[in-house]
């Protein structure tokens, strides 16, 4: 997917890494998901309690917690953004997840956004960042941080690397990465990578750059696929989840089909309308990947935002034979 970088100033926290590191010990034990996941898989209300801080947090979760990427709707999230998520909960998600511009926020923006998430039963486990600054010391990743565990997520996610080049450029990347997968640890989040269609292209003659990130990144790191751009490139996602096992914690549900927008294929087909092999994909990812989280994600479709990302969760409960 492209994004636009997020215009917004990095705001100091110089005391923020400090403060916070104890305070979110116990959910950094678990894994991406861990016990929310869990949760989310019973029907109703459900408490999810903070050991070490002794609150609870009462949130209506959702049976069916597959979630949206935001940047499906980004239209009627930048015309009215407490109207998308209520309508996104409607539909029937059960999370989302924010991109790039989030960052933008002030603290208090956030707070306001995750009470009106919590009202609707919706959650974030993982958010997108385009600024490569959240993931090194500083004030952008305080900010960054706070933003997350203000919005209950636990993964940031690189939503794009633009201006790194080479093997050698991508093994420094990915270094930065591994650092920041310590750093981020003691505060219960970890780092992730969102795959395009161009870190499926050989940098060296042999090793693709989502090579490269996988063989030079622990395992924390998530490889976060998305299946579209990854199909589109040629790759096969069955062989790289197979590849990777355990780190394809959240994948992207994007379809692709040969032929231009134009005619309404590329990425502008919906959910189970292209030739991505979902079913083959989904057994990939529940027997070996490690998935935790689904998220639907549309670049445009001829239909409205809203009637496109319902169509998409239509076809993804045929699929899966649910209700």
Known sequence: MTRKKSS????????????????????????????????????????????????AEVTNIKKNTIGLEMYSVRDELNRDLPDTLQQVSKIGYGSVEFYGPYYGWSIPRAKEIKSMMDDLGLRSFSTHNNNLQCFVPGDAMNKAIELNQVLG???????????????????????????????LKPHGLTAGFHNHQTEWAPLDGTMRTMDVIAANTPPEFVLQLDVGTCVAAGADP?????????RIKTIHLKDWAPGSDADGKGYRVLFGEGVCPWKEIIAAEESVGGVEHYLMEQEGSRYPEFETVQRCLENWKKMRNEG
């Not at 100091?12 to 894994?31: E, K, T």
């Not at 069955?238 to 355990?246: L, S």
């Open 8 to 55: 917004a100033d990095p705001i100091s926290r110089r005391n923020f890494l400090a403060l916070s590191a104890a305070v979110p010990a116990a959910i950094a034990a678990q894994s991406l998901g861990g016990a929310v996941t869990a949760a989310a898989q019973s029907a109703g209300s459900t408490v999810i309690r903070a050991a070490d801080t002794g609150t």
């Open 153 to 183: 997520s636990q993964l940031m996610v690189v939503a794009s690397a633009s201006g790194v080049k080479g093997v050698d450029g991508w093994k420094e990347f990915c270094g930065k990465m591994s650092t920041a997968v310590d750093l």
């Open 238 to 246: 069955v062989a790289w989840i197979k590849a990777n096992p355990g």
